[in-house]
């Protein structure tokens, strides 16, 4: 069986909670690594940063949507924070500030969505 064979069949196997876990994991992987390269690296820590953003405004529609299960203070949380990270995203990238609150906010994000509080 193919690399892909199993991707496929893992991918299927997923819960949404799971398969929202797991992209998490590869965006903050991605901004981790980002944060360690030279400025520079402009066009690849900008990747990461617009991964991100894309992640957190395609979270954003979502919860905008009237028809999404999640309770409606818990939407409205995830908007607010979606619209945070668009903000803070714009200063990492003028180098007005660092990774660290974005890789902190998905991680604790990841951590909700594994069950696990601190």
Known sequence: MSLQAYKTAA???E???QA???LFGQVTRALM????LDKTKFAERMDALDWNR????TLATACS???NGLPQ??????????LFVGRHTSAVARGED???TLIDINRSIMQGLSGQTE
């Open 11 to 13: 991918t299927r196997a």
């Open 20 to 22: 929202e876990y797991r």
């Open 73 to 82: 203070a818990l939407r409205a949380q995830i908007i607010s924070i979606s």
């Open 54 to 57: 894309r992640l957190w405004s």
């Open 15 to 17: 819960t949404p909670r």
């Open 33 to 36: 690594h980002a944060a360690t």
């Open 65 to 67: 949507d009237s028809g």
């Open 98 to 100: 660092d990774f660290t």
